[in-house]
């Protein structure tokens, strides 16, 4: 089955830096990469998301880019804020099978001002 | 604005009992699925339904039971419920279609055990 390695699992910055989450998955046929950030005590929620047609995706300060010879994809935040700072899961979703994502452990960003 | 809504926030409840989670979704998603979020240990797929009165089994279903009578609702049943399943439980909905879509989840219910 597909496995998501997600990484750093803390990733701490200084407000106005970047931050940036790789995560690498194992099955080619994967096709479906979402991002959810969960902030303390409150449920995760889908932020960016991008499928295996395209090399990158971008709103406002957050993008992603996808790598399929590698199978890496990475999340990028520009001029982190206090308000950024939250846990951030990966996932990869092969379309034509279950459908259910394979999910990375998370990354726990801490933005300090 | 899309909503998924699980009845409780916070539950406790006592070894052996038999606990009802009940998640309700407002936006005709055929999909429903239930996790358990454990320190450490990420997001555990429990049991996945794609129709009514349809449910799979995910990565961790023993102790669980699951009930989906009508699209909008799908429950999760602890049997008997032991200190082990004390967690947090997220539920969560996508659209159908045959193509992969992001969850929109629930608030969430943070059961205990004792």
């Known amino acids: 089955g597909e496995n998501v390695e997600q990484h750093p699992s803390t990733l701490s910055v200084q407000e106005g830096d970047s931050a940036v989450i790789k995560c690498t998955y194992s099955?080619?046929?994967?096709?479906?990469f979402p991002w959810y950030k969960q902030e303390l005590g409150k449920r995760p929620q889908l932020i960016i998301d991008?499928?295996?047609?395209?090399g990158e995706k971008k709103d406002q300060r957050i993008a992603v880019t996808l790598n399929k010879t590698a199978k890496h994809f990475s999340l990028h935040i520009t001029e982190t804020q206090p308000e950024d700072s939250a846990v951030y899961f990966c996932?990869?979703?092969?379309?034509?099978?279950?459908?259910?994502?394979?999910f990375g452990r998370g990354t726990s960003l801490i933005v300090h001002p | 604005d899309v909503k998924v809504t699980q009845s409780s926030r916070y539950l406790v409840k006592r070894t052996g009992e038999k606990v009802f989670l009940e998640c309700v979704q407002d936006?005709?998603?055929?999909?429903m699925f239930w996790y358990r979020q454990d320190p450490g240990l990420g997001l555990r797929l429990i049991y996945f339904?794609?129709?009514?009165?349809?449910?799979e089994k995910g990565d961790i279903p023993e102790g669980y039971s699951v009930s989906r009578e009508k699209k909008e609702r799908f429950s999760l049943i602890l049997e008997s419920a032991s200190t082990n399943q004390t967690s947090m439980y997220l539920c969560?909905?996508?659209?159908?279609?045959?193509?992969?879509?992001?969850?929109?989840f629930g608030s969430g219910t943070r059961l205990t055990v004792v």
């Open positions: 339904s794609y129709d009514v009165k349809m449910k």
């Open positions: 969560a909905s996508t659209p159908g279609g045959g193509v992969s879509y992001g969850y929109t």
């Open positions: 099955d080619s046929a994967s096709n479906y």
């Open positions: 936006m005709d998603h055929e999909n």
């Open positions: 991008i499928r295996s047609n395209v």
């Open positions: 996932a990869a979703t092969v379309s034509g099978g279950s459908y259910i994502p394979t």
